[in-house]
T-cell receptor, first 113, second 113 residues
Framework: DAGVTQSPTHLIKTRGQQVTLRCSPK?????VSWYQQALGQGPQFIFQ???????QRGNFPDRFSGHQFPNYSSELNVNALLLGDSALYLC????????????FGPGTRLTVT | GNSVTQMEGPVTLSEEAFLTINCTYT??????LFWYVQYPGEGLQLLLK?????DKGSNKGFEATYRKETTSFHLEKGSVQVSDSAVYFC????????????FGPGTSLSVIP
């Protein structure tokens, strides 16, 4: 059983550009959450998708947007990249209420130059 | 709001030493509590969890007990190994259908031979 997968592994972008990160949830999971982990810090919740809709959002600007597809996979889009967007972006999948546990992918390391 | 506080690192221990990483939380109600571990260059792995007061989570020699009276979830291991070197995150999740995870800042552990 494949766990949560993310692509790409690493990405380098220039300020002002746009980026799309992808996530496939663990088999049987229908909820996908995205987190941003800056260097030396704990992950911060960006938003969560369920039934193809954004269900909850953390304290991130509208430059951060997402999408969930009918097969439950998800994309995170960031527009007008800033140097401060450089971070490890983690995707987590879950089944609501199942021990309230989220399964994390290996992350995408985004570097903005 | 809900938050997690954990002891600052880095923590450096000799192999076979006793480990304690303190964690306290602030939350309404009775959240689920977690310890996640992040090895160098990798994503997050769930180490252990507890979903109600007085529960003890355990895995790979690590233990933590959910203490409601002190709002704590301290991580312990009786004898650390070099392979335990990693960053450890204490986290909580409220028991709602929107089960985002709130993380502490992380504690870096280095175990030397």
């Amino acid at each position: 059983d494949a766990g949560v997968t993310q692509s790409p592994t690493h990405l380098i972008k220039t300020r002002g550009q746009q980026v799309t990160l992808r996530c496939s949830p663990k088999s049987g999971h229908d909820t996908v959450s995205w987190y941003q982990q800056a260097l030396g810090q704990g992950p911060q919740f960006i938003f969560q998708y369920y039934e193809e809709e954004e269900r909850q959002r953390g304290n991130f600007p509208d430059r951060f947007s997402g999408h969930q597809f009918p097969n439950y996979s998800s994309e995170l889009n960031v527009n007008a990249l800033l140097l401060g967007d450089s971070a490890l972006y983690l995707c987590a999948s879950s089944v609501p209420g199942e021990n309230y546990e989220q399964y994390f992918g290996p992350g995408t390391r985004l570097t903005v130059t | 709001g809900n938050s997690v506080t954990q002891m600052e690192g880095p923590v450096t221990l000799s192999e076979e030493a006793f480990l304690t990483i303190n964690c306290t939380y602030t939350a309404t109600g009775y959240p689920s509590l977690f310890w996640y571990v992040q090895y160098p260059g990798e994503g997050l792995q769930l180490l252990l969890k507890a979903t109600k007061a007085d529960d003890k989570g355990s895995n790979k020699g690590f233990e933590a007990t959910y203490r409601k009276e002190t709002t704590s979830f301290h991580l312990e291991k009786g004898s650390v190994q070099v392979s335990d070197s990693a960053v450890y995150f204490c986290a909580l999740s409220k028991k709602t259908s929107y089960d985002k995870v709130i993380f502490g800042p992380g504690t870096s552990l280095s175990v030397i031979p």
